[in-house]
């Protein structure tokens, strides 16, 4: 992660049961790219990519995140 130069979002999912979040700030505090952003939904579980309800959340947060 400390060699990543561009914009890096990461994502955890509140109702992750599969990795903590403390995991997750980790690695986020690790990117020293300028524009990278950490953003916890908590209506997301670890398989949200793979629940419809859920993927237009994750979808909508990475939109938002790429058009800035």
Excluded: C
């Excluded at 990543?4 to 997750?24: C, F, N």
């Amino acid at each position: 992660p400390e060699k990543l130069k561009a914009p890096t979002m990461v994502i955890r999912g509140g109702r992750d049961r599969a990795s903590l979040a403390e995991h997750a700030h980790r690695l986020y505090r690790k990117i020293e790219a300028p524009g990278s952003e950490y953003r916890e939904l908590r209506e997301l579980d670890h398989f949200a990519f793979r629940r419809k309800s859920q993927f237009k959340l994750l979808q909508n947060a990475i939109v938002d995140f790429l058009e800035r």
